[in-house]
């Protein structure tokens, strides 16, 4: 059930390549948070290469004698980029912080405050990217991509990194069912928010699908449908579980198509429509590449904002 991310484009594929790697994709998290400048917890502004954020919870916990569960997050980051990310960790165990400073991992800046960091804590990121062989035929149909984009946004997919490189929607449907058991509780979480994701996946596909056969450049409105309680002009999709709230009359007869109802995990509703902020980009003509920049908010893929330019989907 791994599904197309289909998009409002309906230019021809462009055979553009990028790389999730540490030189071209720089990954800083975006924090509202007003650190007190005083309290139980060091915040640590980490910047880190080819580590993940759980394999950097592992050296926290190795070099520093703490226990994973007593260090705090913001977000998880990927581990084939150059990426900035918050995380505390307790203050009576911080010391020796400086001892985290390698050749992959080094603290930029640190403060105090009065709570651990928590996921949701994180307002979004902002992301540089570089894309390769981009040719100067391209560059008509990228910039209005871009602009169109800009005005209007675009679907927020889940990204392939959410289903993994072994995940499959067969077995993600098995240990969510109970009839496979994993002895990585991690993997097996993981596995578990990959199947609900397949549905949201399917869901907002075929929304953006009957949007585009409208001529819309955004999202339809449909009879029924749940929005962002902050926002009243974003319209949110199913991830299937108990305790959430569903949609009503027509737009729950597309929604049912993409719903488990025996699922026992907790529910969610995500938007299903964001606006990718402050985008700039500087082509070069000699080495037919562009840094790419611009800002999300918080769980969204950078690799969708790329796929969604492209108008086709990329893998690992």
């Known amino acids: 059930m791994q599904t197309q991310r289909i998009f409002l484009q309906t230019h021809e594929p462009l055979d553009f390549t990028f790389k999730q790697s540490k030189d071209d994709f720089i990954v800083d998290e975006l924090t509202n948070i007003p650190f007190k400048g005083k309290g139980n917890y060091l915040i640590l502004k980490i910047k880190k290469q080819g580590l993940s954020t759980w394999e950097l919870l592992s050296v926290i916990s190795d070099t520093l004698g703490i226990e994973e569960h007593k260090i705090g997050y913001a977000g998880l980051k990927d581990k084939n980029a150059t990426t900035t990310q918050y995380v505390s960790i307790p203050l009576n165990r911080s010391q020796d912080y400086k001892l985290l400073n390698s050749k992959n991992i080094k603290v930029l800046e640190t403060f105090l405050h009065d709570q651990k960091l928590k ?59 109970g009839e496979e058991v994993l002895k990585d509780k991690k993997l097996e979480k993981f596995m578990k928010l990959a199947y609900q994701s397949y549905f949201f996946n399917g869901w907002l596909a075929k929304r953006v699908e009957l949007s585009r056969k409208s001529g819309s450049k ?38 049912e198509q993409f719903d488990d109802l025996f699922i026992q995990d907790k529910g969610y509703r995500r938007d299903a429509w964001i606006k990718p902020l402050n985008i700039k980009n500087k082509y070069n003509s000699e080495s037919k590449s562009m840094i790419l920049e611009f800002s999300l908010p918080k769980s969204s893929y950078a690799t969708v904002f790329i796929e969604n330019l492209a108008n086709k989907n990329f893998t690992y």
């Open 218 to 255: 955004k999202l339809n409105l449909i009879n029924g449908d749940v929005f962002n309680l902050h926002d009243r002009t974003i319209i949110t999709g199913l991830l299937p579980g108990r305790d959430i709230l569903r949609a009503k009359n027509e737009a729950r007869k597309i929604e």
């Open 119 to 177: 996921i949701g804590d994180l307002e979004g990121n902002r992301f540089k990217i570089n894309l390769q062989s981009i040719t100067q035929e391209m560059l008509p149909q990228i910039y209005q991509t871009l602009s169109q984009i800009q005005k209007h946004g675009m679907p927020n997919y889940f990204g392939y990194q959410r289903f993994g490189k072994e995940s499959n929607f067969e077995k993600s449907k098995r240990i969510t069912e």
